[in-house]
T-cell receptor
Framework: GAVVSQHPSRVICKSGTSVKIECRSL??????MFWYRQFPKKSLMLMAT?????????EQGVEKDKFLINHASLTLSTLTVTSAHPEDSSFYIC?????????????FGSGTRLTVV | KQEVTQIPAALSVPEGENLVLNCSFT??????LQWFRQDPGKGLTSLLL?????REQTSGRLNASLDKSSGRSTLYIAASQPGDSATYLC???????????FGSGTRLLVRP
């Protein structure tokens, strides 16, 4: 079945540094990937839609200069949290779709726990 | 603006009990509704997807129903097991946009 690999699973960084999170579709091509953020005991909030070969589409209220998204190939999207601050600490999850085989079915990565100290 | 609500927020039941999780949405013009499972600190696992034209979907001990006109969906879990303990999330997709709007989830604990 469709598998999405997300790396790293956990990262601790200092305030002011940048962190890159990778999301890879392992056995299918994903023209579109999605990045979500989840606060403790809260729902997933869509941050942006990542389109291969073009600029990401950000949801209202999400700073695109803060959360840089690059979708350079059909199997890889990256989210870079720039100049991280403690309030950026959260759980970030990506998802991708194998539209050929799964239609509207979604496959999620295992998430990245970011802690900014 | 679509809002998705899940009740209850948390549920604790003894093993073997049948249970129902509820999901409601404010805008009935959905493309589909999906149920996911999330284990602590992990990603999401897709459980069931119900197209807007469908009334229910079944997979093993799970049955999900959809009443689009009233803006409701239920996830029925039969003969619950401790391994079912997790957070269950419902999400709706609007207008084939491929963007999901999630509820806040129900944290389920099945006690041995």
């Amino acid at each position: 079945g469709a598998v999405v690999s997300q790396h790293p699973s956990r990262v601790i960084c200092k305030s002011g540094t940048s962190v890159k999170i990778e999301c890879r579709s392992l056995d299918f091509q994903a023209t579109t990937m999605f990045w979500y953020r989840q606060f403790p005991k809260k729902s997933l909030m869509l941050m942006a839609t990542s389109n291969e070969g073009s600029k990401a589409t950000y949801e209202q209220g999400v700073e695109k200069d803060k959360f840089l998204i690059n979708h350079a190939s059909l199997t890889l999207s990256t989210l870079t949290v720039t100049s991280a601050h403690p309030e950026d600490s959260s759980f970030y999850i990506c998802s991708a779709q194998d539209r050929v085989h799964l239609g509207h079915g979604y496959t999620f990565g295992s998430g990245t726990r970011l802690t900014v100290v | 603006k679509q809002e998705v609500t899940q009740i209850p927020a948390a549920l604790s039941v003894p093993e073997g009990e049948n249970l129902v999780l509820n999901c409601s949405f404010t805008d009935s013009a959905i493309y589909n509704l999906q149920w996911f499972r999330q284990d602590p600190g992990k990603g999401l696992t897709s459980l069931l997807l119900i197209q807007s034209s469908q009334r229910e979907q079944t997979s093993g001990r799970l049955n999900a129903s959809l009443d689009k006109s009233s803006g409701r969906s239920t996830l029925y879990i039969a003969a619950s097991q401790p391994g079912d303990s997790a957070t269950y999330l419902c999400a709706v997709e609007m207008d084939s946009s491929y963007k999901l709007i999630f509820g806040s989830g129900t944290r389920l604990l099945v006690r041995p």
